[in-house]
């Protein structure tokens, strides 16, 4: 059973860090691609990043470009979502999903499925 875990999430000053982890079990995450997603009250769940698998690509939105940065420990079956000079509109939780086929959109929601259960990202002074 495909099962994804979010963790690191927390309250940040505008401009700090956070790192999120993405713990998957039930499967090796080092062969499927794994999307970041997010979603601030009132809004739609977005896309944020996404990694590949075989070729390790990545792709962000361009909200994150230059900011966040995606990677996968394969041996540990996480992917990282590290996040630098955050801003208070980068507030929301984050989740973490797989394609579920594989014909996918790397940052539309529709083309994934398993989420996670989220963790939380406040950016406030």
């Avoid at 000053?13 to 999307?35: D, E, K, M, V």
């Avoid at 590949?52 to 996968?72: C, L, Q, W």
């Amino acid at each position: 059973q495909v099962q994804l875990v979010e963790s690191g999430g927390g309250l940040v000053q505008p401009g700090g860090s956070l790192r999120l982890s993405c713990a998957a079990s039930g499967f090796s995450s080092g062969y499927y691609p794994i999307g970041w997603f997010r979603q601030a009250p009132g809004k739609e769940r977005e896309g944020v990043s996404c990694i590949g698998s075989s070729d390790a690509s990545t792709y962000y939105a361009e909200a994150v470009r230059g900011r966040f940065t995606i990677s996968r420990d394969n041996a540990k079956n996480t992917v990282y979502l590290q996040m630098n000079s955050l801003k208070p509109e980068d507030t929301a939780v984050y989740y973490c999903a797989v394609p579920t086929g594989s014909d996918y959109n790397c940052l539309e929601k529709a083309d994934f499925g398993s989420w996670g259960q989220g963790t939380q990202v406040t950016v406030s002074s």
